[in-house]
């Protein structure tokens, strides 16, 4: 994240809440909804997940 500094992995999960906080409330020109808004349409949307987990690595 360029510009971003983070102490530990608790400063980014800090960071990123309050981020989230503010890009969920305000309103997407382009769906003209919020992004909190649209979140059950997108998981209804989702293929569920495979039944055994894809070997990696």
Same mark, same amino acid.
């Given at each position: 994240?360029?510009?971003?500094?983070?102490?530990?992995?608790? +400063?980014? #999960? =800090?960071?990123?809440?309050?981020?989230? $906080?503010?890009? #969920?409330?305000?309103?997407? !020109? =382009?769906?003209? $909804? !919020?992004?909190? +808004? !649209?979140?059950?349409? +997108? !998981?209804?949307?989702?293929?569920?997940?495979?039944?055994?987990?894809? $070997?990696?690595?």
């Amino acid at each position: 994240m360029p510009g971003r500094s983070f102490d530990s992995p608790a +400063d980014f #999960n =800090t960071q990123f809440a309050g981020w989230l $906080a503010i890009a #969920n409330a305000r309103m997407v !020109r =382009t769906i003209k $909804a !919020r992004p909190v +808004d !649209r979140l059950d349409a +997108d !998981r209804a949307a989702m293929l569920p997940s495979p039944p055994v987990a894809p $070997a990696v690595g």
